[in-house]
């Protein structure tokens, strides 16, 4: 399978790094809006810079990979599936729930797969826990928090604005790590209650180059929900971008039978700790065969045998619109009933 990127910013780099090696894909072509980027992706790793029109039309790409930030999600995976590729979205997998249906309808209707990240949620850490829960290791699920506290992305990032615009702050950039991680390990959510503020309403750039201007908020940028799984269990979740320090855990999960602490969703590794009655301390829980390092990519090339062997691939479009469901509820604060899908 040929792969074609589209979006050759921050997070294009480990793709490339990965894909590239892979005996799975072939990265065939990139391309920009800034062209210069695509051309220097395409000098250090290979394959042919094209304009976004000539690679979604290009003969030998068979997935576009959309790596574009949230506002282009939509409509670049549209056109690439309406030109028959199949299309693998980096998260959110389209800023609107509307957008997104539409979005797995038309690829239904034109026989293509959509994939979206995380793929995180496929590395050693999730998928141990998801693991010891449907063993029963810690008994019957009850309830379960999740953290991710942070003081927002302009530290660090070069062009930070889309974190503070439609489609950002840190429920839609962050919740798609932390509620994909949660639905993997309990399954669907099927109701969701949230308070949603926005702290600031402007915020100032920190990084190179960039440093000194300033960024109008359009999101929530702190949110608190609670999260009702269908399986009955409820898990308090609090994403923010307005917290400076905190030794809150990512993820815990507990049971009847003893508790569980996940490991950072926004990694592949572990460790997976666990606690029982009678035991003296936690422990860590042994690894399952399954990515522990950086192997963003990883999602995209299951989608690349799922094809090649016609089985269902893992980080799939309806799992990215489940979360996104859960995701538009928190985000606006909102109380909502879920549709939980049959797919999950
Ligand atoms: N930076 C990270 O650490 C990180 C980590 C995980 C996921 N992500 C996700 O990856 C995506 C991209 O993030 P990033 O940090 O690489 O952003 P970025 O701004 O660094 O790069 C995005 C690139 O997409 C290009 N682009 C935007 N709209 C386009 C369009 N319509 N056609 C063609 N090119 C277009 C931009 O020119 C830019 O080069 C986002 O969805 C983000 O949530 C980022």
Known sequence: MNIGIIGCGAISGIYLENLTKSRRVRVAAMADLDASRAKAAAAK?????????????????????????PDAHESLARRAVEAGKHVYNEKPLCIDPAGARNLLELARRKGVRVG????????????????????????????????????????????????????????????????????TILGPVAGVRSVARMT????????????????DVEVATHCVGILEFASGASVSATLSFDVHRS????????????????????????????????DQDWSDA?????????????GVEDMAVAIAENR???????????????????????????????VI
């Open 45 to 69: 790793y290979g394959g042919r810079a094209l304009t976004v029109d000539e690679l979604i039309d290009a003969r030998d790409v068979d997935i576009v990979l959309n790596l574009t930030t």
């Open 312 to 342: 269902p691939h893992r980080a799939s479009g309806a799992l990215a619109l489940h979360v996104l469901d859960v995701m538009t509820a928190m985000a606006t604060g909102a109380t909502a009933k879920i549709e939980p899908p049959q």
């Open 247 to 278: 030794r809150c855990a990512n993820i815990e999960v507990w049971g009847t039978e003893g508790a569980l602490a996940v490991p950072d969703p926004n990694g592949f590794g572990g460790p997976v700790s666990i606690f029982r009655p009678g």
């Open 116 to 183: 979206c990240a995380p793929d995180t949620v496929l590395g050693a850490g999730i998928q141990t826990s998801r693991k010891l829960v449907a063993d029963g290791a810690i008994g019957k699920p009850v309830g379960g928090l999740a953290f991710m506290l942070c003081p927002g992305h302009e530290s660090w990032h070069p062009d930070p604005a889309f974190y503070y615009k439609k489609g950002g702050g840190p429920v839609l950039d962050m919740g798609p790590y932390y509620i994909t991680a949660l639905v």
């Open 200 to 215: 600031r309403p402007q915020r100032t750039i920190t990084s190179a180059p960039r440093r000194g201007q300033t960024i």
């Open 286 to 298: 042994p690894l399952v065969d399954a990515p522990a390092h950086n192997a963003r990519g990883f």
